[in-house]
């Protein structure tokens, strides 16, 4: 197979985007479809880049003081019903088992959507005084909502996060809390994945079931849209006092708990495919990607090349994640592309004549770039290549957003720019559901959040005219 076939195995991704997308899922070997409809198999490189997050994520969040537990996967229907909000909320997503063992059960069990009703039965029943919290507890876990339109990893059937659930002694200390982890969220996804994130409030529309406020971070894709890359909630007692949840105070008189959820998911291996990627494939930033920096041998079948190259090998492995390609079955031009169409960040030439000159080539994937290196400095260039890589990688996606953000006074300059840019639109809002309902009809686009940095661009809403309430950032989304 020659360089260009190998490349056109994946649509342009200005051509369509969408398949683009699904081919770069195929071809990194991030993830397959299965014969369980909606459901995907996430590949070891795949699965390598989701524990990844996981771990950067963890560490970050045992530093916060959250501590890892584990909850059931079933939950009783009664439970579930027991919030009126959520339950409603996540109807319509909810798989229920009714029958086990040949038995039909006495009582129907969903599978977790989300776990907010057993944990909150269990924390009823742990705990006792003002003197027990708080509870910071969160759970690495599947889930499973019934989604009628799927796509790997961005919304698929079953899903993997974690889901972050703890219970307050007061309500400052919750609403702390809930802004604590987004803020580590923003710091997962800026500084480890390279993307830059919009902060802010969802609006009533938008928040999550049960919630009283929901904080978001939302990215944006290479074609403009957004996509919700994490959540973290505020309840007050919305839960806790229908599941009772309560402690006695520092008064000796019982009190409901006040209560947080928070959680990102393998939407974020989406979201690194979407605003990085180009025609040749994935592209990962450094930290994340689970092969760092591979070596490529050329004319490897001649006399001391594959030795080199092992020798280089052997002297980095232990400093940063490598990888070596020593096939003998293709080219390395299809090497090449292998390495590139999995995002490899940093890739080795080394050849006979390099190794005359006491050199090899370091070539960039986020730009091609070549670059011509003594062996006896490759260990000091990689780690600058690397956090340069990182750094250049999070400044293209922050300079496209900040290119497809535009601003609109009303309903014709917010069609007009959304459609030339495909990209966050900012416009005063009035706060009447019945607005952003229109917005959305007129123009698919769905407000994304009211941004933490206050600002003004007018005094009416861009919908209806009337005096507005917050400037709100809108997009269409995945």
């Known amino acids: 197979m020659s360089n260009d076939e190998f490349v056109k195995e994946i649509t342009n991704i200005d051509e369509d985007f969408a398949q683009w997308y699904t081919d770069i899922v195929r071809k990194a070997e991030l993830a397959d479809y299965t014969d369980t409809k909606g459901c995907i198999a996430i590949r070891p490189y795949g699965y390598a880049i989701w524990e990844n997050i996981q771990s950067y994520a963890d560490k970050k969040f045992k530093e916060a003081g959250v501590k890892n537990a584990y909850f059931p996967v079933l939950i009783p229907e009664s439970l579930l019903e027991k919030e009126k909000d959520h339950v409603e909320g996540f109807a319509p997503e909810v798989a229920w088992v009714t029958e086990a063992g040949g038995e039909k059960l006495d009582e129907k069990l969903c599978i977790r959507p989300t776990s907010e009703t057993i944990i909150n039965t269990l924390y009823s029943k742990w705990l006792k005084s003002w003197k027990d919290l708080p509870f910071v507890y969160n759970q690495w876990c599947n889930v499973m909502r019934w989604e009628k339109e799927t796509r790997p990893f961005l919304r698929s059937r079953e899903f993997l996060w974690q889901e972050g659930h703890t219970i307050h002694e007061t309500p400052e200390e919750a609403k702390e809390r809930t802004?604590?982890?987004?803020?580590?969220?923003?710091?997962?996804?800026?500084?480890f994945l390279a993307i830059p994130v919009l902060k802010g409030l969802k609006t009533e529309t938008e928040k999550f079931a049960g919630a009283e406020e929901t904080y978001t971070i939302e990215t944006m894709t290479y074609d403009g849209k957004a996509l919700q890359s994490g959540t973290s909630h505020y309840f007050g007692q919305n839960f806790t006092v229908p599941f009772d949840v309560k402690f006695q105070n520092?008064?000796?008189?019982?009190?409901?708990?006040?209560?947080?959820?928070?959680?990102?998911?393998?939407?974020?291996?989406g979201g690194l495919i979407m605003a990085h990627g180009d025609n040749r494939g994935l592209k990962l930033p450094p930290k994340v990607a689970p092969v760092q920096v591979i070596i490529i041998p050329i004319a490897m079948h001649k006399e001391g090349v594959k030795e080199k190259a092992e020798g280089i090998f052997n002297s980095l492995k232990d400093k940063y994640r490598m990888d070596i390609d020593l096939r003998d079955k293709v080219s390395p031009g299809y090497k090449f592309n292998d390495c590139e169409m999995k995002g490899i960040p940093l890739r080795i030439e080394i050849g006979p004549r390099d190794i005359e000159e006491g050199k090899c080539v370091l070539v960039r994937r986020d730009n091609q770039e070549k670059i011509s290196v003594d062996l006896a400095e490759i260990d000091e260039r990689i780690g600058e290549l690397l956090d340069s890589i990182q750094n250049d990688m999070f400044?293209?996606?922050?300079?496209?957003?900040e290119k497809k953000t535009t601003v609109a006074h009303n309903l014709d300059e917010f069609k007009a720019n959304l459609d030339k840019e495909q990209g966050f639109i900012k416009a005063m809002f009035c706060g009447d559901p019945e607005c952003e309902a229109k917005i959305k009809e007129l123009t698919s686009a769905k407000s994304r959040c009211i941004p933490f940095v206050k600002e003004s661009v007018d005094d009416k809403c861009v919908c209806c005219g009337r005096a507005a309430k917050d400037l709100v950032v809108w997009a269409r989304q995945y």
């Open 179 to 191: 802004i604590q982890m987004l803020e580590i969220y923003a710091d997962v996804v800026e500084n």
């Open 250 to 269: 520092r008064d000796g008189k019982p009190e409901f708990a006040y209560e947080t959820s928070w959680g990102i998911s393998t939407r974020l291996i």
């Open 395 to 401: 400044n293209v996606c922050k300079e496209r957003m």
